[in-house]
């Protein structure tokens, strides 16, 4: 029946684990040793390579992917509206404290004026209208520091006016953030839907979007997703709200309820709220995600050491532990696997990290799930079965789960109810099954019904499936989770205790 499964000589952490793709990770050998190193999900990130690069990228993707059968998704994240310096002569100009700036509109290369000022241009010329007096305009990750000094005498002259409080040497495209200021920009920038319609045409399984401040910019996705044919139904690919601005964090509630999964995205994050309150920010995420029901990633700087290290520091072992402790669904790595010496170790050492905080956490917690908010009438029903299931996983003590989830419905819930036993979520659908790969303790196994229609079929594959992956002994309990008929969506009905090696239980004892 399995037309493809997973590989799972070892137990796969339930925690995910994101890399992004780049030079160092690239080539066939180093995919497979990522994806045979705990890789679920492959980020590609738009902010750096043409489009012809990231579909030579996807297609080695899929290819090694499917010759290992291996359900792997992978993520488009569109770089957004970000607001960058204009041209500057190499070496760059370096600014120091006390210094006046000038912003300008059509600098076609930066210099330093007569009087001392240093004038640049900018990507997104209407901060000049957008900054008002005593706002901070922050470089290079916020390790250049001004204080906009003018407003309407300066924009009527057509620059902003800034004084340098912390210098520092900038160079050609170095990002700008403005975390004070009322920033109008479109959500998506013409690269951004260039950048959308190649996702869709492309098959990508998730698409985020950056610098989100409403739920309306994940409405503006969406709406152009719908465009392409690419959001509703089945063929929908999943939006991914990356929160990254303060706004972001204020209206987290409603972007939860319009996503479809977050992203904790500290690096401008940090940039743009004082750096003591991003450990802040990121708990009311993630409590937002669980209050939701959506898969939470936690992003930047996870184990930064090893791009060029063999070993993580502690405090980034910690940090990642931490990220687990606090629901993340899923933890990411950028340039540790893009550009890093070592990709396949730094995954490795993810997923032990992963390992051990997950096998502290079950031991010590066993807290009851809550139903998600702002479910639907099909959606509750599907909830409230998960959550009978985790209280008959856990009164049984079961080794696994097993359920049939053709559009991944089942497969989210489960996945949202933190039960202690490993999932199994099977679907006939590829597209689905690659997207689960992002679910937290979801292992998707791709597989058409059986031929006969008898669930009792279904319950003899999931057998042999965790006896040949090693999880379960003769003896042990397994929970089965499936409706009639198997492959249609939303017919989750019905639940059934299997005994490993005892012909009589599953839904064995129920379907002949």
Not at 67 to 83: E, F, R
Not at 205 to 223: E, G, M, P
Not at 344 to 368: C, G, H, K, P, Q
């Amino acid at each position: 029946m399995s037309l493809t499964c997973p590989f799972p000589r070892e137990m796969p952490s339930r925690t995910k684990l994101v890399a992004t793709l780049g030079p160092a990770s690239e080539s066939d050998e180093m995919l497979a040793k990522l994806i045979l190193a705990g890789v679920s999900v492959f980020r590609f990130n738009f902010s750096h390579g043409s489009l012809e690069e990231h579909a030579e990228r996807l297609e080695r993707v899929r290819a090694v992917a499917k010759q290992l059968q291996a359900n792997v998704a992978v993520m488009g994240d569109l770089q957004g509206p970000k607001i960058r310096v204009g041209k500057v002569p190499p070496p760059g100009i370096t600014l120091r404290t006390g210094q006046d700036v000038s912003i300008r509109r059509a600098v076609p290369e930066a210099f330093v004026a007569d009087d001392g000022t240093a004038v640049f241009g900018t990507t997104y010329e209407q901060m000049i209208h957008e900054v008002r007096a005593g706002q901070r305009v922050l470089v290079n990750d916020g390790a250049i520091r001004m204080l906009a000094i003018e407003d309407a005498e300066a924009m009527a002259r057509g620059e902003l006016r800034c004084r340098v409080t912390v210098g520092g040497l900038v160079t050609s495209s170095k990002g700008i953030n403005l975390p004070e200021s009322d920033v109008r920009a479109p959500s998506l920038t013409e690269r951004d839907e260039v950048c959308v319609r190649f996702a869709a045409e492309h098959g990508f399984d998730y698409l985020a979007i950056s610098f989100v401040r409403t739920a309306d910019d994940v409405r503006v996705l969406k709406r152009l997703l719908e465009d392409c044919g690419k959001g509703k139904g089945e063929d929908r690919i999943p939006v991914i709200a990356k929160i990254e601005k303060p706004q972001a964090v204020a209206n987290i509630d409603e972007i939860a309820k319009t996503a479809h999964a977050l992203m904790v995205a500290r690096g401008d994050l940090g940039v743009e709220m004082d750096i003591a309150h991003t450990p802040i920010a990121q708990r009311l995420i993630l409590e937002a995600a669980k209050r939701y029901g959506k898969p939470a990633i936690v992003a930047t700087q996870m184990l930064e050491s090893m791009i060029k290290s063999v070993m993580p520091t502690r405090a980034e072992a910690s940090d990642v532990a931490t990220a687990i402790f606090a629901g993340a669904s899923a933890v990411m790595l950028s340039g540790e696997t893009a550009v890093g010496r070592h990709p396949a170790l730094v995954v490795e050492t993810m997923r032990r990290i992963a390992l051990e905080a997950e096998a502290f956490t079950i031991e010590r917690d066993s807290v009851e799930p809550s139903l998600p908010a702002a479910l639907d009438a099909p959606s509750r029903r599907q909830a409230a079965l998960a959550h009978g299931a985790w209280h008959l996983a856990r009164d049984l003590g079961v080794k696994a789960v097993a359920c049939w989830s053709q559009t991944g419905g089942m497969a989210r819930n489960l996945s949202r109810s933190s039960m202690a036993a490993p999932v199994l979520a099977y679907s006939s659908d590829f597209r689905w099954t690659r997207r689960m790969a992002l679910l937290s303790n979801i292992t998707p196994i791709l597989a058409e019904p059986p031929s006969t229609g008898y669930l009792a079929d279904w319950t003899d594959q999931v057998e042999a499936d965790l006896m040949d992956f090693g999880w379960v002994d003769p003896g042990d309990h397994v929970l089965l989770i499936a409706g009639k008929p198997l492959g249609a969506p939303q017919t989750t009905s019905a639940i059934a205790v299997l005994e490993v090696g005892n012909r009589a239980t599953g839904f064995r004892a129920h379907d002949r």
